[in-house]
């Protein structure tokens, strides 16, 4: 099983980064899939969600209107795109695939960083 996050960079604030995520070794879509992040000295903190055909997307209130969840699963990746980015954007962000079936399938990816800085 592998999640490989891509993407990441140094923006400005008020601009933009599309993040990848690419799995391997599992059935994408079978599985819920999320993005986390992690600032430094902070909680890791669910971003966004997508359900497993797509069809069912939440966000945190902190990123809502500015960054858009989607997949694609028959090329087994998932994106998120931020726009409007913030200073308070910046942090590790972090892909995970879930699914509960009898038990619970977890697998996360290594993380990627964003930096937001003028």
């Known amino acids: 099983v592998q999640l490989v996050e891509s993407g990441g960079g140094l923006v400005q604030p008020g601009g933009s980064l599309r993040l990848s995520c690419a799995a391997s070794?599992?059935?994408?879509?079978?599985?819920?899939m999320r993005w986390y992040r992690q600032a430094p000295g902070k909680e890791r903190e669910l971003v966004a969600t997508?359900?497993?055909?797509?069809?069912?997307?939440n966000y945190a209130d902190s990123v809502k209107g500015r960054f858009t969840i989607s997949r694609d699963n028959p090329k087994n990746t998932m994106y998120l795109q931020m726009n409007s980015l913030k200073l308070e954007d910046t942090a590790a962000y972090y892909c995970?695939?879930?699914?509960?079936?009898?038990?619970?399938?977890?697998?996360w990816g290594q993380g990627t960083q964003v930096t937001v800085s003028s």
């Open positions: 995970n695939a879930y699914r509960f079936f009898f038990k619970i399938y977890d697998y």
């Open positions: 070794g599992f059935t994408f879509s079978n599985y819920d």
């Open positions: 997508i359900s497993s055909a797509g069809g069912a997307t």
